[in-house]
């Protein structure tokens, strides 16, 4: 495990990244030492065991000056990260359906503030909601006054109900108490959903023919079959004795979608940042309208004032189309970020400076670190004389923190232990069966030698006694918990267990 001499070694080690600077005025580092740096820090960070791996892409002035893989991208199969290591970047997708959705509203194609209800004449809503009222840009801005639902259950995580039928999916997002800005994956969906209305080859293909190949992006995917799985950054997780396990790549083809679906090599992230900094412009070619980019980063919807508008280093103060619009030290950034089950994913470019940072990591050590790094990258860019002492201090924050959480997660995982003896009122054969929901599929629950497991469209996990007391149990898959409430006839067999505020009736099986 972590400990306060890992922040220190981190602090020495750090001593390396620069060369030690004069009391006089430097001159601001050149492109070659900024990447040096920062290939330097990344190094030191997998040495030191902050994650399995990391992957790191600097750009500067329309062009790629560092874009390297660390680490491994499989810990258990012992399989290095490198140039190929495809890398899934989770809510990352939004900026790429953004741009794409500002692509066809430059054109006239799309309304941006046509009601949604005139863009999907063949979705169903929620008895409560009122889609004549609500537009494409209140869903891009997120201030739809609507639950992400089954739609984005379906869409994220379970894969069970086919994407063509989505649009019927939003009968169950219901009501918000307001219209206030409130992320989730609902509008991103929503905007896939246009799209595909828009153009009946799919927001995948017109992603990949109006913006990837344009932009020289051979190696983003939005999709997961046929690509050759030992590319891929695994997830990992880390075990109590300090070990890193490979976990299981959850996603399927059909979670991939327009708010958290692609995969990606770190020189191909490159060039999207690249594209977006420098209005449509790569390798001396406009390949995306200067009219469209410049939409897609003009503000929807301001941030809500509170917590939601810091995020570690960064300010952020409305959103774009699929792009966070904000500042850091009162510079104008344009940022990104995405999460999923143990990978991370930062993305961000200062426009005034023209540089930009991705920043890929697959394990949940490496959760700030992606920030780290990426913040390191700009004060080396703008001659900050305490760049190196800055980013120290914050790496020993990040580790003291870790070594709190981690603390915290075994006297957690203690008494998660210490709960499953506690005896329920009925056994384990008494919740097992196959339970149904229109519109959030299908769970089954069944014995695992002497306990219980749950499989939910591409996910499956251990149910493990919450509470004893009040039958209460608790479902865990993906770093997320879920937790039903079963019905039980006068036999004592369940009849439907209630998961996301829905009942799930119980589906007769044929002998």
């Given amino acids: 495990m972590y400990s306060l001499a890992h922040a220190a070694r981190f602090a020495l080690l750090l001593l390396s990244v620069m060369p030690v600077r004069s009391h006089a005025q430097p001159p601001r580092p050149d492109a070659a030492a900024i990447a040096s740096a920062v290939d330097s ?68 194609r799309v309304s941006l503030n046509a009601p949604i209800a005139t863009l999907l004449p063949n979705a169903r809503w929620h008895a409560e909601s009122d889609p004549t009222s609500i537009s494409l840009a209140d869903f891009l801005g997120h201030t739809s006054g609507l639950r992400g639902g089954a739609v984005v259950a379906q869409s994220s995580s379970f894969g069970q109900i086919q994407e063509r039928d989505w649009p019927t999916l939003l009968e169950w997002s219901g009501p918000l108490p ?39 992006m051979h190696e983003t995917f939005a999709r997961v079959s046929g690509l050759d799985t030992r590319r ?5 997780l880390r075990q109590r004795d300090g070990s890193l396990e490979t976990a299981t790549f959850a996603k399927v083809d059909g979670t991939m979608n327009g708010a958290g679906g692609h995969l990606a090599t770190m020189s191909d992230l490159a060039r999207w940042l690249i594209v977006n900094m420098d209005s449509g412009r790569i390798d001396g070619r406009q390949v995306l309208p200067a009219s469209a980019v410049a939409l897609a980063q003009t503000q929807l919807r301001p941030h809500p004032r509170g917590d939601a508008v810091r995020f570690r280093f960064f300010e952020r103060l409305g959103w774009g189309w699929g792009w966070d619009l904000g500042r850091y030290d009162d510079e104008p950034m344009v940022s990104r970020f995405g999460a999923y089950h143990s990978f991370r994913s930062h993305l961000s470019f200062l426009p005034q400076r023209r540089i930009g940072v991705a920043v890929q990591a697959n394990g949940e050590d490496g959760n700030a670190l992606t920030d780290i790094i990426a913040a390191f990258a700009y004060d080396l860019h703008s001659g900050r004389d305490d ?44 919740y097992t069966g196959v339970f149904a929901h229109p519109g959030y599929g299908t769970v089954s629950f069944s014995r695992s030698g002497p306990s219980l497991r749950f499989r939910w469209g591409a996910v499956s996990g251990p149910v493990e006694i919450h509470e004893a007391a009040q039958d209460w149990l608790r479902m865990s898959a993906l770093g997320n918990d879920w937790h039903p409430r079963f019905t ?21 099986t044929v002998r």
């Avoid at 499989?74 to 899934?88: C, E, M, Q």
């Avoid at 800005?181 to 017109?206: K, T």
């Avoid at 009849?495 to 119980?506: A, H, K, N």
């Fill in 41 to 108: 820090l990344a190094r030191h960070a997998i040495a030191l065991g902050a994650g399995p791996a990391l992957g790191v892409a600097i750009v500067m002035d329309g062009r790629t000056i560092l874009s390297r893989s660390y680490g491994l991208a499989d810990a258990s199969a012992g399989v290095s990260a490198d140039d190929r290591t495809l890398w899934y970047i989770a809510s990352t997708s939004k900026s790429i359906t953004g741009v794409a959705l500002a692509l066809l509203a430059d054109e006239g």
């Fill in 387 to 430: 760049a190196r002492e800055r980013t120290r201090a914050r790496l020993e924050a990040y580790l003291v923190t870790r070594e709190s959480e981690r603390t915290s997660l075994a006297t957690s995982d203690s008494e998660r232990a210490a709960r499953q003896t506690q005896p329920l009122s009925r056994g384990w054969d008494a």
């Fill in 232 to 236: 891929f950054a695994m997830p990992h």
């Fill in 178 to 216: 307001n219209r206030d800005l409130a992320y989730s994956n609902l509008g991103y969906l929503v905007g896939a959903m246009v799209i595909d209305r828009v153009q009946p080859e799919g927001w995948r293909s017109f992603s990949e023919r109006r913006l990837f190949r344009p932009a020289g």
């Fill in 488 to 508: 039980f006839d006068a036999s004592g067999r369940a009849t439907s267990v209630r998961l996301y505020g829905v009942e799930f009736s119980r589906v007769a």
